[in-house]
């Protein structure tokens, strides 16, 4: 499900952490989860505010807002643990629109004349605008990580991966052709080079060869026999 999780302890990840203490994955995955607590929170204070105080703007353009913002919260989660590139970029973008967002509405909330109200309501949506000044980061960062960090095998290039089999392929077409050549006498038989030195001649196992190595043996035999008559005749003249 999530091959970047079994990479976190491996050399050369220091590289993609965030203020040198803590990894981009973790990072955006633990503001992903304040995210989205922070979303239906503050969608549900809007929405039992616009129950009990009636439509407003200052209740329904929230709401709606939030209920935006939560329907495309799913983006980030997904393209973070099975490391979509796209839908993390989806994300980020909504994490700007937040960013925006709670600028503008802040600007709002302290311009209308409801007291203590709106200056609460200002203040919270500038904690906002820091909160995910941050999380643009640190998904930047993760998504940096996603889409440069070294996944092994499955990091070889595509193209390079293409060209090394084709020319494999290649060989193998070229091999089988001079052999198909050979067989129809198209190319002469390749022979040993002069330093090669010949090959060792097995014994012959036929009946001719049998019968040869008899004849031989005797002929070995015959030499030793008439020594032997000669070196008794010499010793019975003595």
């Not at 050399?11 to 989205?36: P, R």
């Not at 390079?160 to 089988?176: A, H, P, T, Y």
């Amino acid at each position: 499900m999530c091959d970047a999780l079994a990479e976190l302890g491996e050399e050369g990840n220091e590289d993609y952490q965030v203020c040198s203490c803590l990894h981009s994955f973790i990072a955006c995955l633990a503001f992903q989860v304040f995210d989205l607590f922070a979303v239906l929170i503050t969608f549900a204070v809007y929405a039992i505010a616009h129950y009990y105080y009636g439509p407003s703007l200052q209740t329904s353009v929230p709401a709606a807002a939030l209920f935006l913002f939560a329907v495309a919260f799913p983006t980030g989660t997904i393209g973070l643990l099975y490391e979509r590139a796209n839908l993390l970029v989806i994300y980020n973008t909504r994490i700007s629109i937040i960013v925006i967002w709670s600028i503008t509405w802040m600007i709002i909330s302290m311009m209308s004349n409801t007291g203590t109200l709106s200056l609460a309501v200002a203040l919270f949506w500038f904690l906002a605008t820091v909160f995910y000044f941050w999380g643009l980061f640190v998904t930047s960062k993760a998504l940096t990580y996603i889409t440069t960090h070294y996944r092994g095998y499955d990091d070889v290039d595509p193209d390079r991966v293409q060209f090394i089999e084709q020319m494999l392929r290649n060989m193998i077409d070229e091999i089988k052709q001079r052999e198909l050549d050979i067989a129809a006498g198209a190319l002469p038989v390749p022979v040993p080079s002069v330093g090669t030195p010949a090959p060792e001649e097995e014994p012959d196992m036929t009946a001719r060869g049998a019968s040869e190595s008899v004849q031989a043996s005797e002929k070995g035999k015959r030499p030793a026999a008439a020594g032997s008559v000669i070196v008794h005749e010499s010793s019975q003249s003595d």
